[in-house]
């Protein structure tokens, strides 16, 4: 099973990768990994390629092959769609935008943007399996918006065959002792809205 998780820094896309790489190899699984720090202050592109199965040769996926792109941030999701595999693989992200550095040079008033034109909507028009999310706004809600990245896991469970138990028990390995009850609440926020989601006609 091939995951690609993007997103920029300060999002802990590392922590959505190590949680993923943990509870494979928790259940028996042989896992590779393979990850970019890039830009890892705050707003560089970040990404890790995660796969995982009974036998795995190569860390990193190659373009058309990953099962599930995760994208903490849609326009690093667009960056990365190619590497998703286009009939049966699955699209989860975030609505949020955060323009990185290099796509700044120009900070005139009224200048040409040049990063991401598409919307989130045309880029879900071209995926067979997609679910998009405002993760930052609902883990605002929640009281903190860094748990964003807890909440998106919660979407990841539903894609992967682990039980809701696993995923807990591994997510409390990897977070702040005094944030364990936010990112729980998270995560159960993400897997309740797939549920609803996947119930709408």
């Known amino acids: ?19 993923l790489a943990r509870l494979c190899q928790k259940s028996g699984f042989q896992v590779k990994q393979s990850e970019i720090h890039g830009m890892a202050k705050r707003g560089g592109a970040v990404f890790s390629h995660v796969r995982f199965g009974e036998e795995v040769w190569s860390p990193t996926i190659p373009a058309g092959k990953a099962d599930i792109l995760l994208a903490l941030e849609w326009a690093e999701g667009m960056r990365w769609l190619r590497y998703l595999n286009p009939k049966q693989g699955t699209f989860i992200y975030d609505t949020q935008r955060i323009v990185p550095p290099f796509a700044c040079r120009n900070r005139q008033l009224g200048a040409e943007q040049t990063y991401a034109r598409e919307t989130p909507s045309a880029i879900f028009d071209r995926v067979n399996n997609g679910y998009a999310i405002d993760a930052s706004r609902m883990a605002d809600e929640l009281g903190n918006i860094r748990v964003a990245n807890t909440l998106l896991l919660g979407l990841l469970s539903k894609a992967l065959d682990f039980s809701q138990e696993e995923w807990q028990s591994v997510i409390e390995e990897f977070v702040p002792p005094k944030t364990k009850e936010l990112n729980q609440k998270a995560f159960l926020l993400g897997r309740d809205w797939v549920e609803q989601a996947m119930e709408m006609p």
Not at 1 to 19: A, C, D, P, T, W
């Open 1 to 19: 099973v091939n995951v690609l998780i993007v997103g920029v820094g300060g999002q802990e896309v590392f922590m959505v990768s190590k949680v």
